[in-house]
């Protein structure tokens, strides 16, 4: 079974600045996609990014970047120039398509990111 | 995309009672999914709901207490039966396209 784990509970960053969201996985499929949702207090799931398993290019959108390690099952969140609006709890989730295209979404516990003003 | 209406957003409820929860897509989609988040906690599969058939529950959660319907490729229910204080929690329906995933706005329960 994939498991996905994210070792930091809380952060804290200060406005501007850099952040980065440590995210590892287990799995034994090859072809696979990683995703960063963040959960603002008003409960909605938003996708930040995601990044697909064969491609060796690190995912981009706007101010968040990740570090994809495929060998090392490591899926990095880093997010530049911080904003307050940035104050959520960030999930990190894994989705195959190798049993029938079950896309089944396996989630981290979570990082709980505070920006400060 | 899709679109998803959850609802109700949050309820408070008598143990013993039950509450169902909807999810109302704005296209036809082929699987719903229902979670359970925790206070504090991730997001926990409950089940999988495929139009005209049976749930399939993920360990740890009975069809007795998670009653789900899907009558057809735009609605789905999810109903907390005989429910305990433990089952405070926000539960969210998702489904998908392809890769992408779209989630309701969950519904926050309170049992009192």
């Known amino acids: 079974a994939q498991t996905v784990t994210q070792s930091q509970p809380e952060m804290s960053v200060q406005e501007a600045e850099t952040v980065t969201l440590s995210c590892t996985y287990d799995t034994s499929e090859s072809n696979y996609y990683l995703f960063w949702y963040k959960q603002p207090p008003s409960r909605q799931m938003i996708l930040v990014i995601r990044?697909?398993?064969?491609?060796?290019q690190n995912a981009t959108e706007n101010r968040f970047s990740v570090n994809f390690q495929k060998a090392a099952k490591s899926f990095s969140l880093k997010i530049s120039d911080s904003q307050l609006g940035d104050t959520a709890m960030y999930f990190c989730?894994?989705?195959?398509f190798g049993q029938g295209g079950s896309e089944k979404l396996v989630f981290g516990k979570g990082t709980k990111l505070t920006v400060n003003p | 995309s899709a679109v998803i209406s959850q609802k109700p957003s949050r309820d408070i409820c008598q143990r013993g009672t039950s509450l169902t929860i909807q999810c109302q897509v704005d296209?036809?989609?082929?699987?719903m999914f229902w979670y359970r988040q925790q206070p504090g906690q991730s997001l926990t599969l409950i089940a999988t709901a495929n139009q005209g058939s049976e749930a399939t529950y993920e360990s740890g959660f009975v069809i007795d207490k998670f009653p789900i319907s899907r009558p057809n490729l735009t609605f789905s229910t999810l109903t907390v039966s005989n429910m305990s204080p433990e089952d405070s929690s926000i539960y969210l329906c998702r489904t998908a396209r392809g890769t992408e995933a779209f989630f309701g706005q969950g519904t926050r329960l309170t049992v009192v």
């Open positions: 990044q697909e398993a064969y491609k060796q």
């Open positions: 989730a894994f989705m195959n």
């Open positions: 296209s036809q989609v082929t699987m």
